[in-house]
């Protein structure tokens, strides 16, 4: 059992951190460029941003290597500068956090299909291989398969990480309602349906990120728990649904809205709460605080 695990064994309800595209974007990111070469290039600004979070009171902030794997890097003619890239973006997250704060290590999908052939499913293990191992050398205490809506490439990422790290390993997918009212990711998977799958593939906690702000969250934390009533689940909501203003990509979430479905989510099950896209340093210190509340 990792540091992680630890933490949710005693009872804790862990507070995760939010956003980090839309704070890379407000620190100068521009469209098109790789927000994982910042660990390199620009080192102090990503620095910022994990600190951002600790300051705001998360036990756990995640490392700046969502696009971190050598497909994606691909695109920007970084494929080979997985191990550097990945190992500084753990090796940022870690100094922000010190020895007493978790570090979660980000790991999001190739962006190659498998059952259209883009890849073979060799491939795409060796790819979450590589980047789960320079991820756990740089010093992440656990990992997150994030912003999954592939079920077997969830599978195979959670599978490459548990094989070749031993560390704490969160499998998350991206679920939206369809308009029959299910809840489905846009690949057909039901919450319920990835229970099993990657419990085997080795996922010690299950969860939902993206899609959906924090009160859309709630019926997929049900299902979830509806399937294992047992298994540690992860909810990071968006600040709301993206909006387009002027050109520009906003959330309607605040965070006093956010905190308000805190005491929901840690009744239905959560045990750990952060944020996803739009959601701000200031989203998580809210959180925190109505942790605090609710334990007293």
């Given at each position: 059992?990792?540091?992680?695990?630890?933490?949710?064994?005693?009872?804790?309800?862990?507070?995760?951190?939010?956003?980090?595209?839309?704070?890379?974007?407000?620190?100068?990111?521009?469209?098109?460029?790789?927000?994982?070469?910042?660990?390199?290039?620009?080192?102090?600004?990503?620095?910022?941003?994990?600190?951002?979070?600790?300051?705001?009171?998360?036990?756990?902030?995640?490392?700046?290597?969502?696009?971190?794997?050598?497909?994606?890097?691909?695109?920007?003619?970084?494929?080979?500068?997985?191990?550097?890239?990945?190992?500084a973006a753990a090796e940022i997250s870690r100094e922000a956090c010190?020895?007493?704060?978790?570090?979660?290590?980000?790991?999001?999908?190739?962006?190659?299909?498998?059952?259209?052939?883009?890849?073979?499913?060799?491939?795409?293990?060796?790819?979450?291989?590589?980047?789960?191992?320079?991820?756990?050398?740089?010093?992440?205490?656990?990992?997150?398969?994030?912003?999954?809506?592939?079920?077997?490439?969830?599978?195979?990422?959670?599978?490459?990480?548990?094989?070749?790290?031993?560390?704490?390993?969160?499998?998350?997918?991206?679920?939206?309602?369809?308009?029959?009212?299910?809840?489905?990711?846009?690949?057909?998977?039901?919450?319920?349906?990835?229970?099993?799958?990657?419990?085997?593939?080795?996922?010690?906690?299950?969860?939902?990120?993206?899609?959906?702000?924090?009160?859309?969250?709630?019926?997929?934390?049900?299902?979830?728990?509806?399937?294992?009533?047992?298994?540690?689940?992860?909810?990071?909501?968006?600040?709301?649904?993206?909006?387009?203003?002027?050109?520009?990509?906003?959330?309607?979430?605040?965070?006093?809205?956010?905190?308000?479905?805190?005491?929901?989510?840690?009744?239905?099950?959560?045990?750990?709460?952060?944020?996803?896209?739009?959601?701000?340093?200031?989203?998580?210190?809210?959180?925190?605080?109505?942790?605090?509340?609710?334990?007293?």
């Open positions: 059992m990792g540091k992680l695990l630890n933490k949710i064994a005693k009872g804790k309800i862990v507070a995760s951190d939010g956003a980090w595209g839309t704070q890379l974007q407000e620190k100068g990111l521009k469209a098109g460029e790789c927000p994982e070469i910042w660990n390199i290039e620009r080192r102090k600004d990503v620095l910022d941003i994990a600190r951002s979070y600790v300051e705001a009171g998360a036990d756990m902030v995640e490392t700046n290597s969502f696009g971190g794997n050598q497909f994606t890097l691909a695109n920007f003619g970084l494929e080979d500068r997985v191990y550097e890239i990945n190992r010190g020895d007493t704060k978790i570090v979660l290590g980000s790991m999001g999908p190739t962006g190659k299909i498998l059952m259209m052939g883009d890849i073979t499913p060799e491939e795409m293990y060796d790819a979450f291989k590589q980047q789960a191992i320079a991820l756990e050398e740089g010093g992440a205490d656990a990992l997150i398969i994030e912003t999954m809506t592939d079920l077997e490439e969830a599978r195979i990422a959670t599978k490459a990480a548990r094989e070749n790290t031993g560390l704490d390993i969160v499998s998350s997918m991206t679920f939206d309602n369809t308009p029959a009212g299910g809840i489905r990711t846009v690949m057909g998977i039901s919450p319920a349906d990835m229970v099993d799958v990657l419990k085997e593939a080795g996922a010690s906690i299950l969860g939902s990120n993206c899609g959906n702000g924090t009160k859309e969250m709630i019926p997929v934390l049900k299902e979830i728990r509806k399937a294992d009533p047992d298994i540690a689940v992860l909810i990071q909501g968006n600040a709301g649904m993206p909006q387009y203003n002027n050109g520009k990509i906003e959330y309607n979430e605040s965070p006093d809205i956010t905190a308000g479905f805190v005491k929901e989510l840690v009744l239905e099950g959560a045990n750990i709460i952060g944020g996803c896209c739009g959601t701000t340093p200031e989203h998580i210190r809210r959180i925190v605080k109505e942790l605090h509340s609710i334990r007293k």
